[in-house]
């Protein structure tokens, strides 16, 4: 037990350290307030030589460059939209992590409701169909004669252990 | 109609196929640029060490031009630095330079050894210019018209093939449809 919860505070340690001191020390500002939105804002920001990093997490040059520059406008008194429209007015809208709704988005943004709803509707056409399907009719006269005549049949054959092996 | 049913898989292993086919072919690297025929950032640049001239956004004005963004850190520079030289010396529009994030004196010392095929060059120690411009990495040229408009931006270095095919006819192109004498 002690070793679990050791470890997993190591494990907590270790994601805490990469959340906190993404930016360097000397990139930091002052105001802790301000500073956590620069993060906020960076981990919204995605590095344009990494591609699948933020800007916040990117070692690259540039990334520092940019973590700079959203300190300096925050500073400046910038909202965090205004900063994120900054950037994205430079680079495209490809540099926001979380996409805006847009033309060439809409597929993007639509796609997983519509995969929902069409699997909803094929699920409940395939449900429905299994639970509706038509229900058994009687035997006619003849169909229990014939049953009853193989039911007998079986009877015999089972008494004789040989015949039912093969 | 059931039947039917049975292949659906089959086609929606098809579409995705298709789909990811088509991804295969695509440069995920590409991203378009945000300036195409949208006007240059208005910039103002000191020289680099040794120069007297830096490099504005006024200077992009009056006739076609080309901005190359460079470093002596690159080194895909190093590898277009030949071709950069040989379109000053054909001098078919300006080459202009934009020393991206350099040391002092880095730049300069840099084209002292492979020699200097650009007009004017703007030291951009910071990198805002090049943010300005959208960069995202050296060597980066864009095409700019004569009323300073962003038309092409070419990523990576410019190869004796593209000068020839891409960049050299859309300077003359656009040097056509200003001056059409």
């Known amino acids: 037990m002690r070793t679990i919860l050791l470890s997993l505070s190591l494990v907590t340690c270790l994601f805490w350290n990469a959340a906190v001191h993404a930016a360097d020390p000397d990139e930091r500002l002052a105001d802790p307030l301000l500073e956590a939105r620069a993060q906020e804002i960076g981990a919204q920001l995605r590095c344009v030589v990494c591609k699948s990093q933020s800007i916040e997490a990117s070692d690259a040059p540039l990334a520092r460059d ?11 008194g910038e909202s965090d939209a205004a900063i994120l429209d900054y950037v994205a007015e430079r680079y495209g809208a490809y540099v926001l992590l979380k996409p805006p709704v847009q033309g ?3 597929v ?15 699920a409940t056409l395939v449900l429905r ?12 006269a003849d169909e229990a004669a014939a049953l009853a005549a193989l039911e007998k049949t079986a009877a015999d054959t089972d008494t004789n252990g040989a015949d039912a092996a093969r | 109609m059931r039947r039917l049913l049975y292949f659906a898989p089959l086609a929606l292993f098809l579409i995705a196929g298709v789909y990811f086919a088509i991804g295969l072919t695509r440069n995920p690297t590409y991203m378009p640029s945000m300036l195409i025929d949208a006007p240059a950032p208005t910039f103002e640049l000191s020289p680099i060490e040794g120069y007297t001239e830096g490099l504005s956004s006024a200077d992009l004005q009056g006739g076609v031009s080309l901005l190359n963004v460079f470093g002596s850190w690159c080194v895909s520079c190093e590898i277009e630095h030949p071709v950069l030289l040989s379109i000053a010396a054909e001098g078919v529009a300006p080459l202009y330079g934009l020393d991206w994030k350099d040391k002092p004196g880095a730049g ?6 492979r020699g ?7 030291d951009d120690a910071d990198g805002r210019v090049a943010i300005d411009f959208g960069v995202t990495g050296a060597p980066e040229t864009f ?26 006819p859309m300077i003359e192109d656009l040097q056509n449809a200003d001056d059409p004498s």
């Open chain 1, 66 to 76: 940019l973590r700079i520059l959203v300190r300096e406008r925050l500073s400046a």
């Open chain 1, 104 to 106: 060439n988005t809409l």
């Open chain 1, 108 to 122: 993007l943004w639509l796609a997983p409701a519509a995969l929902l709803l069409l699997c909803g509707i094929a």
């Open chain 1, 129 to 140: 169909g299994r639970t509706t399907s038509p229900a058994v009719a009687p035997l006619s």
């Open chain 2, 108 to 113: 300069a010392q840099w084209l002292q050894r």
């Open chain 2, 116 to 122: 200097d095929p650009y007009a004017k060059i703007g």
């Open chain 2, 143 to 168: 095409v700019i018209d004569a009323e300073g408009r962003v038309r092409h931006k070419h990523v990576g270095p410019i190869t004796p093939e593209i000068w020839a095919t891409v960049l050299k």
